[in-house]
Each structure stands twice: as structure tokens, then as C-alpha cells.
């Protein structure tokens, strides 16, 4: 994709659709959005990682988004986060305009995986999106007895 020079950010393409890739769109600047994208690096399925803060999503896209959500644009957005007192005659062309200068504004990741699509609350909450079962670690705690005896010799730590 080009860029021209006086273009501060690249544009995102159309929305991928596909069950075997894995889209975040995200900011990076936001607590949960870098949570987020940390727990999905490790997965070795294709991950399609739009951060916001460098790459512009387009007002269609957005819309598109909103729908597939089941929700209106200005649900995308945290209202606490935008710095305007009374924001009930706004309408969606308002809310875009917010969206597109303001990227840490969007409430929550939206997460992409074929036809479904959903906002991410917590940074966790991604895996079970996924399929992925707790980053590919071993569940045994359930069903190993810990180790409580003491398992070195000659070594006195508490007098």
C-alpha cells in the first residue's frame, strides 16, 4: 500500500473473513488493546493485528463494525474518554470524526474470526474467543498433589 507523504497513517484494506485468520482491531494505546494483542503473539494461527493508533480504519469499515456488533458507532466509544459535555445530539458522522482522531477512545478491542465478530473486554477474554486454551500451557495442578516436603539436602533457609 502506498503512502503518500503529507499521510500520517496507513489505511486499513477491506475486513478479512476468513475462519482461519485471526483479526484484533485494537489501540495500543489502551490498557486492554495491548492486553490483548500480548495474549494472541503466542498462537500460531494466521493473527491480523490493526492497531488504530498507526493504521486507519475507514468510516465504512467502522459502520461495518458497528453492525456486525449489533450496536450504533458511538457504542465503539468510551464517552468518559471524550472531552465534551453533552455528546446526546451527536450522530454517527460525529462519532466517527471522534474515532478517527481519538484512537484511544474505542472502548474495547474487536475481535475477528470469520463471521463473528465481538468486542473484547479483558485481555484474557481473546483466548476463549480463539479456541485457545490458556496459551498452551499444562492444566496438572487439579490433578497432582503439590510437593510440600522438603526436596534439598542440607540446605537451612528459615533458622
Same mark, same amino acid.
Given at each position: 500500500?502506498?503512502?503518500? =507523504?503529507?499521510?500520517?497513517?496507513?489505511?486499513?484494506?477491506?475486513?478479512?473473513?476468513?475462519?482461519?485468520?485471526?483479526? @484484533?482491531?485494537? =489501540?495500543?494505546?489502551?490498557?486492554?488493546?495491548?492486553?490483548?494483542?500480548?495474549?494472541?503473539?503466542?498462537?500460531?494461527?494466521? @493473527?491480523?493485528?490493526?492497531?488504530?493508533?498507526?493504521?486507519?480504519?475507514?468510516?465504512?469499515?467502522?459502520?461495518?463494525?458497528?453492525?456486525?456488533?449489533?450496536?450504533?458507532?458511538?457504542? @465503539?466509544?468510551?464517552?468518559?474518554?471524550?472531552?465534551?459535555?453533552?455528546? =446526546?445530539?451527536?450522530?454517527?458522522?460525529?462519532?466517527?470524526?471522534?474515532?478517527?482522531?481519538?484512537?484511544?477512545? @474505542?472502548?474495547?478491542?474487536?475481535?475477528?474470526?470469520?463471521?463473528?465478530?465481538?468486542?473484547?473486554?479483558?485481555?484474557?477474554?481473546?483466548?476463549?474467543?480463539?479456541?485457545?486454551?490458556?496459551?498452551?500451557?499444562?492444566?496438572?495442578?487439579?490433578?497432582?498433589?503439590?510437593?510440600?516436603?522438603?526436596?534439598?539436602?542440607g540446605e537451612d533457609f528459615v533458622k
Open positions: 500500500m502506498k503512502k503518500s =507523504s503529507n499521510q500520517s497513517h496507513k489505511e486499513m484494506g477491506v475486513l478479512a473473513r476468513d475462519d482461519r485468520e485471526f483479526t @484484533l482491531i485494537y =489501540s495500543h494505546n489502551t490498557r486492554v488493546g495491548k492486553h490483548a494483542l500480548a495474549y494472541l503473539q503466542g498462537i500460531k494461527e494466521n @493473527l491480523n493485528a490493526v492497531d488504530i493508533s498507526k493504521t486507519k480504519v475507514s468510516d465504512t469499515q467502522w459502520t461495518e463494525l458497528a453492525s456486525a456488533l449489533n450496536c450504533k458507532v458511538g457504542d @465503539l466509544i468510551d464517552k468518559r474518554m471524550v472531552d465534551v459535555e453533552d455528546t =446526546s445530539n451527536y450522530g454517527t458522522n460525529d462519532w466517527l470524526k471522534i474515532l478517527q482522531n481519538n484512537d484511544e477512545v @474505542l472502548t474495547h478491542p474487536i475481535a475477528i474470526k470469520g463471521k463473528v465478530t465481538k468486542q473484547i473486554a479483558n485481555g484474557s477474554d481473546i483466548l476463549k474467543f480463539f479456541g485457545v486454551d490458556s496459551a498452551g500451557l499444562k492444566k496438572t495442578m487439579h490433578t497432582e498433589d503439590p510437593t510440600i516436603e522438603k526436596t534439598t539436602n
